[in-house]
Protein backbone atom coordinates (compact mmCIF):
# COMPACT_ATOMS: atom_id res chain seq x y z
CA UNK A 1 0.00 0.00 0.00
CA UNK A 2 1.48 3.20 -1.19
CA UNK A 3 0.38 5.98 1.10
CA UNK A 4 3.04 8.15 -0.80
CA UNK A 5 3.41 8.48 -4.56
CA UNK A 6 4.77 10.24 -7.03
CA UNK A 7 3.04 9.26 -10.39
CA UNK A 8 6.10 10.87 -12.50
CA UNK A 9 9.38 9.00 -12.44
CA UNK A 10 11.25 11.72 -14.56
CA UNK A 11 10.92 15.18 -15.64
CA UNK A 12 12.79 17.42 -18.17
CA UNK A 13 12.74 21.08 -17.91
CA UNK A 14 14.67 23.59 -19.66
CA UNK A 15 17.10 26.07 -17.69
CA UNK A 16 15.44 28.88 -16.39
CA UNK A 17 12.26 27.48 -16.61
CA UNK A 18 9.60 26.83 -13.73
CA UNK A 19 10.05 22.75 -12.46
CA UNK A 20 6.95 21.31 -10.89
CA UNK A 21 6.85 17.88 -8.76
CA UNK A 22 4.13 16.66 -7.98
CA UNK A 23 3.02 14.24 -5.32
CA UNK A 24 -0.49 12.29 -3.80
CA UNK A 25 -1.01 11.15 0.30
CA UNK A 26 -3.55 8.62 0.57
CA UNK A 27 -3.25 9.15 4.94
CA UNK A 28 -5.29 11.95 6.12
CA UNK A 29 -3.11 11.30 9.68
CA UNK A 30 -0.10 12.89 7.92
CA UNK A 31 0.60 16.41 9.20
CA UNK A 32 3.76 17.00 8.29
CA UNK A 33 5.47 16.93 4.06
CA UNK A 34 8.94 17.03 3.38
CA UNK A 35 11.15 17.35 0.00
CA UNK A 36 14.51 15.91 -0.19
CA UNK A 37 17.41 16.30 -3.23
CA UNK A 38 19.00 12.74 -4.12
CA UNK A 39 22.36 12.75 -5.84
CA UNK A 40 23.82 9.33 -6.85
CA UNK A 41 25.92 7.99 -4.28
CA UNK A 42 24.75 10.25 -1.40
CA UNK A 43 22.19 10.51 1.22
CA UNK A 44 19.03 12.60 0.70
CA UNK A 45 19.14 16.35 1.20
CA UNK A 46 16.48 17.77 3.18
CA UNK A 47 15.18 20.81 0.69
CA UNK A 48 11.99 22.32 2.29
CA UNK A 49 9.33 21.43 4.55
CA UNK A 50 5.27 22.44 5.13
CA UNK A 51 3.23 21.32 8.13
CA UNK A 52 -0.54 20.87 7.34
CA UNK A 53 -1.86 24.14 9.12
CA UNK A 54 0.03 25.44 5.91
CA UNK A 55 -1.08 26.07 2.38
CA UNK A 56 2.45 27.31 1.17
CA UNK A 57 5.89 27.54 2.22
CA UNK A 58 8.84 29.42 0.16
CA UNK A 59 12.55 29.13 0.64
CA UNK A 60 14.05 31.02 -2.19
CA UNK A 61 13.56 29.66 -5.31
CA UNK A 62 11.76 26.56 -3.79
CA UNK A 63 8.07 26.91 -2.90
CA UNK A 64 6.02 23.99 -1.16
CA UNK A 65 2.43 23.95 -2.12
CA UNK A 66 -0.40 21.72 0.46
CA UNK A 67 -3.82 21.21 -0.95
CA UNK A 68 -5.31 19.15 2.06
CA UNK A 69 -8.29 18.20 0.04
CA UNK A 70 -7.27 16.96 -2.82
CA UNK A 71 -4.24 15.13 -0.48
CA UNK A 72 -1.98 16.98 -3.07
CA UNK A 73 1.35 18.40 -2.51
CA UNK A 74 3.72 19.82 -5.17
CA UNK A 75 7.03 21.87 -5.22
CA UNK A 76 7.76 24.70 -7.41
CA UNK A 77 11.51 25.17 -8.50
CA UNK A 78 12.03 28.77 -9.95
CA UNK A 79 14.04 29.49 -12.20
CA UNK A 80 15.66 25.86 -12.20
CA UNK A 81 19.43 25.52 -12.74
CA UNK A 82 21.02 22.85 -14.14
CA UNK A 83 22.68 21.92 -10.61
CA UNK A 84 18.95 21.01 -9.82
CA UNK A 85 19.30 18.17 -11.53
CA UNK A 86 18.36 15.03 -9.16
CA UNK A 87 16.01 12.45 -8.07
CA UNK A 88 13.51 14.60 -5.76
CA UNK A 89 11.82 13.36 -3.15
CA UNK A 90 8.25 13.46 -1.09
CA UNK A 91 8.17 12.42 2.13
CA UNK A 92 5.10 12.36 5.00
CA UNK A 93 4.89 12.19 8.41
CA UNK A 94 2.14 11.68 10.87
CA UNK A 95 2.96 12.51 14.57
CA UNK A 96 6.69 13.14 14.13
CA UNK A 97 8.10 10.25 13.84
CA UNK A 98 9.10 8.09 10.96
CA UNK A 99 8.82 9.37 7.45
CA UNK A 100 7.04 7.60 4.09
CA UNK A 101 8.65 8.14 1.20
CA UNK A 102 7.26 8.40 -2.55
CA UNK A 103 9.16 6.75 -5.35
CA UNK A 104 10.74 9.60 -6.71
CA UNK A 105 11.02 11.72 -9.43
CA UNK A 106 14.08 11.68 -11.51
CA UNK A 107 14.47 15.70 -12.61
CA UNK A 108 16.87 16.62 -15.65
CA UNK A 109 17.63 20.63 -16.53
CA UNK A 110 18.66 21.00 -19.77
CA UNK A 111 20.73 23.73 -20.91
CA UNK B 1 32.26 18.29 9.47
CA UNK B 2 29.05 17.87 12.13
CA UNK B 3 26.68 15.77 9.62
CA UNK B 4 25.72 12.09 10.01
CA UNK B 5 28.17 9.64 9.05
CA UNK B 6 27.96 6.36 8.28
CA UNK B 7 30.41 3.29 8.04
CA UNK B 8 31.44 1.50 6.05
CA UNK B 9 30.57 3.28 2.36
CA UNK B 10 29.98 0.07 0.74
CA UNK B 11 29.81 -3.35 2.14
CA UNK B 12 30.19 -6.42 -0.39
CA UNK B 13 29.57 -9.94 1.55
CA UNK B 14 28.55 -13.60 0.31
CA UNK B 15 25.54 -14.89 1.65
CA UNK B 16 24.92 -16.37 5.07
CA UNK B 17 27.21 -13.79 6.24
CA UNK B 18 27.01 -11.74 9.15
CA UNK B 19 27.82 -7.62 8.50
CA UNK B 20 27.32 -4.72 11.13
CA UNK B 21 26.81 -1.04 10.09
CA UNK B 22 27.78 1.83 12.17
CA UNK B 23 25.50 5.31 12.28
CA UNK B 24 27.10 8.50 14.13
CA UNK B 25 24.09 10.82 14.20
CA UNK B 26 24.48 14.76 14.48
CA UNK B 27 25.02 15.32 18.29
CA UNK B 28 22.79 17.02 19.27
CA UNK B 29 20.24 15.21 17.65
CA UNK B 30 18.49 12.51 20.18
CA UNK B 31 16.46 10.99 17.27
CA UNK B 32 18.05 8.12 14.82
CA UNK B 33 16.21 6.43 12.23
CA UNK B 34 17.35 3.49 9.67
CA UNK B 35 15.94 3.44 6.18
CA UNK B 36 16.52 0.86 3.84
CA UNK B 37 16.66 2.09 -0.33
CA UNK B 38 16.41 -0.17 -2.86
CA UNK B 39 16.62 0.78 -6.78
CA UNK B 40 13.95 2.55 -8.34
CA UNK B 41 12.19 3.23 -4.70
CA UNK B 42 12.37 5.36 -2.02
CA UNK B 43 13.60 4.72 1.37
CA UNK B 44 11.64 2.47 3.86
CA UNK B 45 11.50 2.90 7.34
CA UNK B 46 13.04 -0.09 9.40
CA UNK B 47 13.52 1.14 12.80
CA UNK B 48 14.10 4.56 14.93
CA UNK B 49 15.34 5.42 18.66
CA UNK B 50 14.85 7.93 20.83
CA UNK B 51 17.63 8.15 23.12
CA UNK B 52 18.70 4.59 23.67
CA UNK B 53 15.32 3.59 23.35
CA UNK B 54 14.34 1.57 20.68
CA UNK B 55 10.65 3.01 19.81
CA UNK B 56 9.85 1.64 16.83
CA UNK B 57 10.38 -1.05 14.33
CA UNK B 58 9.03 -2.10 10.86
CA UNK B 59 7.91 -5.25 10.02
CA UNK B 60 10.22 -5.05 6.77
CA UNK B 61 12.85 -5.76 10.25
CA UNK B 62 13.01 -9.38 10.07
CA UNK B 63 14.26 -11.60 12.79
CA UNK B 64 17.89 -11.42 11.08
CA UNK B 65 17.76 -7.77 11.77
CA UNK B 66 19.08 -6.24 14.82
CA UNK B 67 19.56 -2.85 15.82
CA UNK B 68 21.08 -0.98 18.93
CA UNK B 69 21.63 2.53 20.24
CA UNK B 70 23.33 1.66 23.23
CA UNK B 71 24.62 4.92 24.88
CA UNK B 72 22.09 7.10 23.15
CA UNK B 73 24.87 8.25 20.79
CA UNK B 74 25.67 6.22 17.86
CA UNK B 75 23.72 2.96 16.29
CA UNK B 76 24.84 -0.22 14.72
CA UNK B 77 22.44 -2.41 12.57
CA UNK B 78 23.39 -5.86 12.32
CA UNK B 79 22.37 -8.47 9.72
CA UNK B 80 22.54 -11.96 10.49
CA UNK B 81 22.71 -14.70 7.72
CA UNK B 82 22.60 -12.35 5.13
CA UNK B 83 20.48 -13.17 1.36
CA UNK B 84 20.77 -11.82 -1.33
CA UNK B 85 17.34 -9.70 -1.04
CA UNK B 86 19.23 -8.28 1.43
CA UNK B 87 20.91 -6.11 -1.13
CA UNK B 88 20.32 -2.20 -1.11
CA UNK B 89 21.51 1.75 0.37
CA UNK B 90 21.49 1.33 4.31
CA UNK B 91 20.66 5.06 5.43
CA UNK B 92 20.82 6.42 8.51
CA UNK B 93 18.64 9.77 9.71
CA UNK B 94 19.14 12.23 12.83
CA UNK B 95 16.26 14.38 14.33
CA UNK B 96 15.88 16.90 17.13
CA UNK B 97 12.57 16.00 18.93
CA UNK B 98 10.37 18.16 18.51
CA UNK B 99 6.59 18.29 16.85
CA UNK B 100 7.80 18.54 13.49
CA UNK B 101 10.70 16.76 12.35
CA UNK B 102 13.61 17.71 9.67
CA UNK B 103 15.49 14.08 9.53
CA UNK B 104 19.03 14.56 8.19
CA UNK B 105 20.77 11.52 6.70
CA UNK B 106 24.24 9.91 6.30
CA UNK B 107 25.28 8.99 3.08
CA UNK B 108 24.25 5.27 3.20
CA UNK B 109 25.81 1.95 3.73
CA UNK B 110 25.48 0.02 -0.20
CA UNK B 111 25.16 -3.37 1.24
CA UNK B 112 25.52 -5.92 -2.17
CA UNK B 113 25.26 -9.90 -1.05
CA UNK B 114 27.00 -12.49 -3.75
Known amino acids: DQQVKQNSPSLSVQEGRISILNCDYT??????FLWYKKYPAEGPTFLIS?????DKNEDGRFTVFLNKSAKHLSLHIVPSQPGDSAVYFC??????????FGQGTRLTINP | DTGVSQDPRHKITKRGQNVTFRCDPI?????LYWYRQTLGQGPEFLTY????????KSRLLSDRFSAERPKGSFSTLEIQRTEQGDSAMYLC????????????FGPGTRLTVL
Open chain 2, 93 to 104: ASSLQSSYNEQF
Open chain 2, 27 to 31: SEHNR
Open chain 1, 27 to 32: NSMFDY
Open chain 2, 49 to 56: FQNEAQLE
Open chain 1, 50 to 54: ISSIK
Open chain 1, 91 to 100: AASGGAQKLV
